[in-house]
């Protein structure tokens, strides 16, 4: 297994050409099927902005709370290996709009989170994205002041008695 691993990662490592498909499609269902398939991006273009997302709870007895996704810029060594999969989740998956899809299931986890540590039931998720934009580098050593952070409520979402089980 060991072998078959190091097999597929050094195969996607290689640049993606015919023999590379020829080579990994017999395998197909199983790399896909155990997650072993990997796309590594190391030289695509720096990013932009900055993105993370937050979400404004409704509670039933009309508070708003607001419900924080992980940052991993604000987590430690150990709790950003844990969570790693909420940065690739959000960032790199759920925040396009092509991927509106998740929204929903997004909104309904963020609601049973929300209901088992407050008891109390929400009826309204709305999602909000905030974004900055990177400035370019620039001489001097010293970093710039941190830019605002825009925001946009893009989603909301009702929720139902059933979504909280």
């Known amino acids: ?9 050094a195969l996607f490592l290689c640049p993606d050409t015919g023999w590379r498909q020829t080579l990994l499609s017999p395998f ?13 991006t190391v030289f695509v273009p720096p990013r932009v902005f900055n993105l993370y ?4 709870v409704k509670l039933d007895n ?3 709370l607001i419900w924080k996704y992980p940052r991993m810029e604000q987590l430690g060594l150990i709790e950003k290996m844990q969570k790693e999969r909420y940065r690739k989740l ?9 991927d509106g899809v998740l929204w ?4 309904r986890f ?19 994205r905030y974004w900055s934009d990177i400035p370019p ?20 979402y009702p929720i139902r008695i059933e979504d909280l089980q």
């Open 1 to 9: 297994m060991i072998v078959f691993y190091i097999y597929c990662g």
């Open 28 to 40: 197909w269902n199983f790399i896909e099927y155990v997650g072993l398939w990997q796309y590594y």
């Open 53 to 56: 997302l937050e979400a404004n």
């Open 62 to 64: 009309g508070q708003i």
């Open 90 to 98: 959000y960032n790199d998956i759920a925040n396009n709009a092509s």
């Open 104 to 107: 929903p299931d997004l909104a």
């Open 110 to 128: 963020i609601a049973r989170q929300v209901y088992a540590q407050q008891g109390k039931r929400p009826l309204e998720v709305t999602l909000v």
């Open 137 to 156: 580098a620039h001489g001097d050593p010293l970093p710039r002041p941190p830019n605002k952070y825009a925001s946009l409520g893009f989603f909301t």
